[in-house]
C-alpha cells in the first residue's frame, strides 16, 4: 500500500479557503451544515422518548420496537468510515447533499411507516444517512475553514451536536403530547428538505479536491460494514441474549475475523477505505481516543441518569428533566469558550488534558442519593458536563489538522466511527453490568459502583491519550 502522498503541489493553486465572516455567504455553509448535524442527535436522543406511543400506536413488540433505535445507531456506526472515504474521491459537498437526501427520504418514510419493520428498515437508512452528514459535515469544515475560523466552525459543531441530544427528548415530548409520534421523524425532514435547498452554497464554498485517480473501496467497504454489524449487533444483544451466550459470542467472533481480514484487504489496496497509516500516527489516535473517555464519562450518565432520578431520588420526570440541566448546559458554552481560549493562545491540549481530568472526575455524582439537595449534585453535573463539552468540536479540528487535507473525510469517519461505536458500547455495557448488580444490591448502590467503574474507564483512557500524545510522531500528512 503506498504511503500518504509527498509530492509536490500542483501547479495550479487550490481555491482560496474561504474566511468565516468575511461576507454573509461564506458564513451559510457553516450554518447549513450544523442545522443538519442538529437534527441527527436529536433523532437519536428524541427517538427514545417516543417509543412507547409509536409501540401502542403499531402495536409493536418490545424487540421490533427496541429497534427503531439500534437501527439507526448500527447503520450509522457502520457507514461512517464509508461515507469519509467516498467524500475524498467523490467530492465532499456531493457526499453531503447524498447524505442530506437520503437522511430526508428515510425520514418521510419513518413518518409514513404502516408497522414496525418498515418503520425499523427506515430508521437504519436514516442511520446511513446521519453518517455522512457527520463525517462529510467535519470534512467540509475542515476544507473551508482554517485558523481562528476553524476552530469556530467546530466549536459550533460540537456545540450545536450537544444542544441536538440535549433538546431531542423535550421537544420529541412536546410533539407526542400535541400531535403524534409521526411528527418527530417529519419534522427532521422537514429540517433535512431546507438543507438540500442550500447546498448549491455549500458547493460553491468547497475547493474541488476530489482524488479523481481513486475508486471506491468496494472489497474493504463490504467487509469493513460486514464487522461493524457484527460487532454493534453483538453489542446490542448482548443486554439480552446475554454476554456470554453462544450467539454474543458467535457475532464477537466474527467481528475478530473481519477486523483481521478487513486489515489484510487494506493493505493490498492502492486505494484503500482506511489508510493504515492514520492509525499508525500516535496523536492522532489519541486524539480519535478523546470521545470514547466522553462516551464513558458523559453519554451513560446523560442516558441512565434520569432513571435514577426518578427511581431512586423520587423526583417527577419534569423535576428530573430539569436537573439534567446541569449536566446538558455546559455544551452550550464550553464548547464556543475552548476556540476562544485557544485563539487567545490557551494550547489547545492542555484544554483536551483539563477536559479529560473532569470526565475522571465524575466519580463525585456518587454524592447522590436518595435525600440529597440540588445543590449537592450542582457541581459535579456542571463539572461532568464540562469535561463533555470542552473537547467537543475541538477535538474534531485538532485531529483533522494532522491529516493531509485529501483525506479529511477518511480521517474524520475514522474519528466519528470510535465517537458512534464507543457511545454504542458504554451504553450497552452500562445497562448489562447495572441489571446484574441490582440483583444482588440495591440500585442506589448498584450506581454508585457503576460510577467508580467508569470513572477508572475515563481514568485508563486518559493515561492512554496522555501516554500517546507525549510520544512525538510524524502526522500523515508529513510522512
Excluded at 263 to 285: G, I, M, T
Excluded at 288 to 314: D, E, I, K, N, Q
Excluded at 345 to 351: D, N, Q, W
Excluded at 420 to 431: C, I, P, T
Aim: hydrophobic letters at 60%; a positive charge.
Amino acid at each position: 500500500m503506498p504511503g500518504p502522498s509527498t509530492q509536490p503541489a500542483p501547479a495550479t493553486a487550490p481555491a482560496p479557503v474561504q474566511e468565516l465572516d468575511a461576507s454573509p455567504p461564506s458564513a451559510l455553509p457553516l450554518a447549513v451544515i450544523l442545522l443538519a448535524v442538529f437534527v441527527v442527535p436529536m433523532s437519536i436522543s428524541g427517538t427514545a422518548v417516543a417509543l412507547p406511543g409509536i409501540g401502542a400506536d403499531i402495536h409493536a413488540g418490545q424487540a421490533p420496537l427496541q429497534w427503531v433505535v439500534n437501527a439507526f445507531n448500527v447503520a450509522f456506526a457502520c457507514f461512517t468510515l464509508v461515507w469519509g472515504s467516498v467524500a475524498d474521491i467523490v467530492g465532499r459537498a456531493k457526499a453531503f447533499t447524498a447524505g442530506a437526501a437520503v437522511y430526508a427520504v428515510a425520514s418521510l418514510a419513518s413518518a409514513l411507516a404502516p408497522g414496525a419493520l418498515l418503520l425499523d428498515a427506515a430508521r437504519a437508512l436514516a442511520g446511513i444517512g446521519g453518517a455522512a452528514i457527520f463525517s462529510c459535515g467535519a470534512a467540509i469544515l475542515s476544507t473551508v475553514y482554517e485558523g481562528p475560523r476553524r476552530a469556530k466552525a467546530f466549536a459550533l459543531f460540537g456545540t450545536v451536536a450537544g444542544m441536538g441530544i440535549a433538546i431531542g427528548p423535550s421537544l420529541s415530548g412536546v410533539l407526542l403530547q400535541a400531535v403524534s409520534w409521526r411528527w418527530v421523524f417529519a419534522l427532521h425532514a422537514v429540517a433535512l428538505a431546507v438543507v438540500l435547498l442550500a447546498v448549491p452554497v455549500i458547493a460553491r464554498a468547497v475547493p474541488a479536491t476530489p482524488r479523481t485517480a481513486a475508486t471506491v473501496d468496494v472489497p474493504g467497504s463490504a467487509v469493513f460494514v460486514t464487522a461493524m454489524v457484527l460487532l454493534t449487533t453483538a453489542i446490542v444483544q448482548g443486554s439480552q441474549w446475554g454476554w456470554g451466550s453462544p450467539g454474543v459470542l458467535g457475532l464477537f467472533a466474527g467481528a475478530v475475523a473481519a477486523l483481521l481480514l478487513f486489515a489484510a484487504v487494506e493493505k493490498r489496496r492502492a486505494h484503500p477505505l482506511l489508510d493504515l497509516s492514520l492509525v499508525r500516527d500516535r496523536r492522532f489516535v489519541a486524539l480519535c481516543l478523546v470521545p470514547v473517555a466522553g462516551s464513558f464519562g458523559f453519554v451513560t450518565m446523560l442516558t441512565y441518569l434520569p432513571s435514577y432520578l426518578t427511581t431512586v431520588t423520587g423526583r417527577g420526570t419534569g423535576a428530573a428533566g430539569l436537573l439534567m440541566v446541569l449536566l446538558t448546559a455546559p455544551m452550550l458554552v464550553f464548547p464556543l469558550l475552548a476556540a476562544k481560549l485557544v485563539n487567545r493562545g490557551v494550547p489547545a491540549l492542555a484544554l483536551i488534558h483539563v477536559s479529560l481530568g473532569a470526565l475522571v472526575g465524575d466519580a463525585a455524582l456518587t454524592v447522590f442519593g436518595p435525600d440529597v439537595s440540588v445543590a449537592v449534585v450542582a457541581l459535579p453535573m456542571i463539572v461532568t458536563g464540562a469535561g463533555m463539552a470542552l473537547a467537543a468540536g475541538l477535538v474534531d479540528g485538532q485531529a483533522l489538522e494532522l491529516v493531509d487535507p485529501a483525506k479529511a473525510g477518511m480521517a474524520a469517519g475514522f474519528l466519528n466511527t470510535l465517537r458512534l461505536g464507543s457511545e454504542a458500547v458504554a451504553v450497552a455495557l452500562y445497562g448489562s453490568v447495572f441489571t446484574t448488580l441490582t440483583a444482588s444490591r440495591s440500585a442506589d448502590s448498584a450506581f454508585h459502583l457503576m460510577l467508580w467503574g467508569l470513572a477508572a474507564v475515563c481514568l485508563a483512557l486518559a493515561l492512554l491519550i496522555f501516554a500517546l500524545l507525549k510520544r512525538r510522531t510524524t502526522s500523515p500528512s508529513t510522512a
